[in-house]
């Protein structure tokens, strides 16, 4: 782990000590946590503006290049 000095207003600090003193976890444990939320938000925003970009004749065009034939099963591949 690493150390980070944040600041953060009084009002706000204020608020995030009760709810993770309520909730039982620590001040760092309910900054974190609620860091690594924001961060699975702003990447699933990501990857959804990105997927937006996608060519729908490239999709097609990779999608046809795929073999017609059943789907193999990993334990499969492996014989």
């Given at each position: 782990?690493?150390?980070?000095?944040?600041?953060?207003?009084?009002?706000?600090?204020?608020?995030?000590?009760?709810?993770?003193?309520?909730?039982?976890?620590?001040?760092?444990?309910?900054?974190?946590?609620?860091?690594?939320?924001?961060?699975?938000?702003?990447?699933?925003?990501?990857?959804?503006?990105?997927?937006?970009l996608a060519?729908?004749?490239?999709?097609?065009?990779?999608?046809?290049?795929?073999?017609?034939?059943?789907?193999?099963?990993?334990g499969d591949?492996?014989?």
């Open positions: 782990m690493s150390a980070v000095t944040v600041e953060i207003p009084n009002s706000i600090l204020k608020k995030v000590e009760e709810l993770a003193s309520s909730g039982g976890f620590s001040l760092e444990q309910f900054i974190a946590s609620a860091t690594s939320e924001k961060l699975d938000v702003m990447l699933q925003d990501f990857l959804e503006s990105e997927a937006s060519l729908r004749d490239g999709i097609k065009k990779y999608l046809a290049s795929a073999p017609d034939a059943p789907p193999t099963h990993s591949m492996l014989k």
